[in-house]
């Protein structure tokens, strides 16, 4: 028989669950979905969208066709069509058939232009709030609310944890092994109560980790907590000091680039970051073999007038802090795993959803 004690602490965690899932849970679980969504979107998209995302093919005679056009023309029109004072970052293609997105933050506009990156012509366009995609993945990642909302999400998905955390300690069994059924002939609140109690137990330890990484990516302080905690320094981006300098031949977006490229030439580039402001480094990333991060977390910093290299951070010898997200971005999203833990991602998403709307509707049934 349960004492007076273990009675109290059970209903103190049955309140804390209760009222917590009905707070934010709703929230958490439209984020989740759109995690999921961002987990097979972008291959959807890419399918239903190819006149932006697939470069058009170049003419069967190689010979007879033009050279590839330069990084620097590219810059110059976008510079020319957006203003001088519009930062872009450039991804650059991984593969054969795909085009040139670059991501434009500007005073006129903000988006993503689509290029061929052979001839540089633009292929297509889309704000930054146009499309299923960019909506999902700017409400999960921000909420619309740029680093508030990160700090939001952050502290959502602590109290999220609580949540399934609280859940597991209701549900803990007596006698083991527990069981797991899921009661079907006695209508459709016990359906749903058996669903979502056995959902958050069995899935509960690995949901956990999909919030963690995703708490840990949102919010950056918690990246620099790890690296004071390790008692090492926060590796910070190179800085400029002064006015910009002037150079009688200034470098071209081509010449860093392969600077870049000297510096690890069996790695690919992966992004190339020109701020707006003229006193701030250019940033190009960099995918090196043992990197588990899909889109490179090695920098190299260059100077925006003479090109000079102003630093080169190795993925694997930044702080602990952002070292860390070389495998946590991978885990949170499921890359890391290949198509089976990408598969599992876009269940947990579904999963978390789930539990967040059918706890608030098992709240409002026994109302």
Known sequence: MPTNRTANLRKLWRLTHRWSGLGVGWLLALVALCGSVLVVGPAIDRWLNPQLFVATPLAAAASAAPPPV???AIRNNLSASFGEHSGFTMRLPRKPDDSLRVSVRGK????SVYLDPATGQEQGR????EGIVNLAHKFHSNLFLDDTGKAILAGISLLYLALLVSGLILWWPRQWPPSL????HKGVSRS???LHRTAGAVLGVLMAVTLATGAYMAWRPLAQWVTSLSGEQTVMPPKIGGKPASAESPATLDDMARRAQAQFPDDRLTYIQIPAEANRP?????????DPHPNGRTSIWLHPQSGAILAVDRWDRVDPGARALSVI?????????GPALEALVFIFGLTLGGLGFSGIWLWWRRR
Do not use: K
Not at 108 to 111: D, I, K, L, M, V
Not at 126 to 129: F, L, T, V
Not at 329 to 336: A, D, N
């Open 181 to 184: 059924r899921i009661t079907w």
């Open 282 to 290: 250019v940033r190009i990333r960099m995918r090196l073999a043992d």
């Open 192 to 194: 749903v109560f058996d």
């Open 70 to 72: 330069s990084l620097e």
């Open 329 to 337: 971005f991978p885990l949170h999203t499921g890359e890391l795993g």
């Open 108 to 111: 006129q506009w903000n988006g």
């Open 126 to 129: 889309r704000g930054e709030y």
